[in-house]
């Protein structure tokens, strides 16, 4: 008698194989496919972004946050850059109007329609975000195929210029680069946002996840975009500080829109990394 | 124009008073984020697709998205506001009268005998330290896991397994150490996301560290200050990454061997 018949699992028909377990992107223990080979990486990446539980549910996000973007304005309830004139008084006092019919989240700090602020507020974050991320992107991109490509002096200078923007951490080179304009728009919160980003440009979905979240800390730490007319998420957070502990509303709204787009455009980043991983291939 | 951060105040005194501020509390972070991050990716990492990894993974995309001032707010105002259970702002309670010799709070309470200092000193840190070390906890739990999925294939895992050594050397001897190297390179990048949301968060809870005072000097374009600041951010910065960089030597021979 061997050792293996002992082993209740070793009878035929019984063995216990290892159940192809998958996690939340849809990778499986690598041993299990073997036999998927002789596919093209495009088609054998779409095949296991298509297989990948996550994809959909960024992509949905997106694609709903870009849809929102477009039709802003016929979706807005109110006009968002006109004040609600019944609560003129109350804002005098420095009250918050609550929701009410026609105003389904309220007043904000100025007396605007919060709900329909949010909406037009997608369009300047989503500008924010493609243009970082586009101006990091090509810089990123062209700095390093002219340091590979001409070698010699210029890839030293270029590989120095990096390692200066790298040491230092990236908020606070974006919050000094902003600092140096005397008065902040938000052109120069994109180009500081984009800088800090040309080092780091390995997957540019998660730079448009950050680059909204940095666009915010920028907003928050009062050198940001001051412009009221072109509201922005991470700027109307950033002045929500003052009425946290009045009306934490007023900062909630704001945080979860922006948290769930960030995660939208980190679950398609995170899902495409992995499909189009070579080393996920088998 | 500018007024500085406390008018009169040489800046280097400032950094003198805050500089020890801000090492306690990122020190205390990273320690967190290394605690929390480093166990469970490992355990997520062999029991791929079960419970724990799938909420791990969920709660580390999440800690990427969640801009860090907003959740110190959420922090502060449940544990702070509402519940009561930790002090909301500062770093020491009035009436608490701690002698200063190192300029670490935690430090000092124990040199000197006043333990209630250290205890005041510690609380205060709490709600600071598990708003900073977010971040770096989601990074950590992430690329360990990563890391460990990938040792966990390798062959010399299968060997190690096929001669019988005991799981605990498997786990200890190979899978860990081969795994610590990424998390270790990821520790030096995640000291400047931390003194980035030191600014951050440093106002929310008025923690009097480097972030706060970072953050007064932005909003005033006080450019001295600034200037002194950041320097000595950096300086933390870099020093750290040259640590991490020499410290591959210890965990992997084969950077020793040249």
């Given amino acids: 008698m061997t050792a293996a018949t002992n082993h209740t699992d070793a009878r035929p028909g019984t063995e216990k194989r290892p159940r192809p377990r998958r996690d939340l992107f849809g990778r499986k223990k690598r041993l299990d496919d073997l036999a998927d080979s002789g596919v093209s990486l495009t088609a054998d990446a779409w095949r296991r972004l298509r297989r990948n539980p996550v994809f959909p549910l960024g992509a949905g996000i997106v694609t709903l946050f870009v849809l929102v973007a477009i039709f802003a304005d016929a979706l807005a309830p109110q006009n968002p850059s006109v004040t609600m004139l019944a609560d003129q008084v109350v804002r005098a006092r420095n009250e918050i109007s609550p929701a009410q019919p026609g105003h389904p989240l309220g007043g904000d700090q100025f007396g605007y329609d919060l709900a329909s602020r949010l909406l037009v507020g997608s369009r300047q974050t989503l500008l924010v975000g493609v243009l970082a991320t586009l101006i990091g992107l090509t810089g990123g991109v062209t700095l390093g195929t002219l340091a590979g490509a001409i070698g010699g002096a210029v890839d030293t200078v270029v590989m120095r210029l990096v390692d200066v923007?790298?040491?230092?951490?990236?908020?606070?080179?974006?919050?000094?680069?902003?600092?140096?304009?005397?008065?902040?728009?938000?052109?120069?919160?994109?180009?500081?946002?984009?800088?800090?980003?040309?080092?780091?440009?390995?997957?540019?979905?998660?730079?448009?996840?950050?680059?909204?979240?940095?666009?915010?800390?920028?907003?928050?730490?009062?050198?940001?975009?001051?412009?009221?007319?072109?509201?922005?998420?991470?700027?109307?957070?950033?002045?929500?500080?003052?009425?946290?502990?009045?009306?934490?509303?007023?900062?909630?709204?704001?945080?979860?829109?922006?948290?769930?787009?960030?995660?939208?455009?980190?679950?398609?980043?995170?899902?495409?990394?992995?499909?189009?991983?070579?080393?996920?291939?088998? | 124009m500018s007024t500085g951060v406390q008018p009169g105040t040489a800046a280097s005194e400032m950094l003198s008073q805050r500089f020890p501020a801000t090492v306690e509390l990122a020190v205390v972070a990273i320690v967190l984020a290394l605690l929390a991050g480093i166990p469970l990716g490992y355990v997520a990492a062999r029991r791929r697709g079960g419970a724990l990894d799938n909420a791990g993974v969920i709660s580390s995309l999440l800690g990427v998205a969640?801009?860090?001032?907003?959740?110190?707010?959420?922090?502060?105002?449940?544990?702070?506001?509402?519940?009561?259970?930790?002090?909301?702002?500062?770093?020491?309670?009035?009436?608490?009268?701690?002698?200063?010799?190192?300029?670490?709070?935690?430090?000092?309470?124990?040199?000197?005998?006043?333990?209630?200092?250290?205890?005041?000193?510690?609380e205060h840190l709490v709600l600071p330290a598990v708003a900073l070390a977010t971040i770096p906890f989601a990074v950590v739990f992430r690329i360990n896991r990563a890391a460990v999925l990938e040792v966990l294939d390798e062959d010399y895992v299968r060997t190690a397994e096929a001669k019988g050594l005991l799981a605990r050397t498997i786990r200890s001897g190979h899978v860990v150490r081969n795994a610590m190297l990424p998390v270790v390179t990821?520790?030096?990048?995640?000291?400047?996301?931390?003194?980035?949301?030191?600014?951050?968060?440093?106002?929310?809870?008025?923690?009097?560290?480097?972030?706060?005072?970072?953050?007064?000097?932005?909003?005033?374009?006080?450019?001295?200050?600034?200037?002194?600041?950041?320097?000595?951010?950096?300086?933390?910065?870099?020093?750290?990454?040259?640590?991490?960089?020499?410290?591959?030597?210890?965990?992997?021979?084969?950077?020793?061997?040249?």
């Fill in chain 2, 186 to 258: 990821t520790i030096g990048l995640q000291v400047g996301a931390l003194l980035a949301g030191a600014v951050l968060t440093g106002t929310v809870f008025a923690y009097r560290g480097l972030g706060d005072a970072l953050a007064v000097a932005f909003r005033e374009r006080d450019y001295s200050v600034l200037q002194v600041l950041i320097l000595a951010a950096e300086i933390v910065y870099v020093g750290v990454n040259l640590l991490v960089d020499l410290s591959y030597a210890l965990i992997d021979p084969r950077v020793r061997a040249r």
């Fill in chain 1, 165 to 282: 923007l790298l040491s230092i951490p990236s908020l606070l080179l974006a919050v000094s680069i902003t600092a140096l304009f005397a008065k902040g728009s938000l052109y120069t919160v994109i180009v500081a946002v984009a800088v800090v980003q040309i080092p780091v440009i390995v997957q540019s979905t998660l730079v448009l996840a950050t680059s909204i979240i940095d666009a915010a800390a920028l907003s928050f730490l009062g050198v940001g975009n001051p412009d009221r007319s072109r509201p922005e998420w991470g700027q109307m957070l950033g002045e929500a500080q003052n009425f946290i502990d009045s009306h934490p509303s007023l900062a909630f709204y704001r945080a979860i829109c922006i948290i769930v787009v960030a995660l939208g455009f980190t679950l398609v980043g995170e899902s495409l990394r992995e499909a189009l991983d070579p080393r996920n291939r088998r």
């Fill in chain 2, 66 to 122: 969640v801009p860090v001032f907003f959740l110190a707010f959420l922090l502060k105002y449940l544990f702070a506001v509402r519940l009561g259970w930790l002090p909301a702002t500062g770093r020491q309670s009035v009436g608490i009268n701690a002698t200063r010799v190192t300029g670490f709070a935690t430090i000092d309470g124990v040199l000197t005998g006043e333990l209630d200092a250290t205890v005041d000193a510690l």
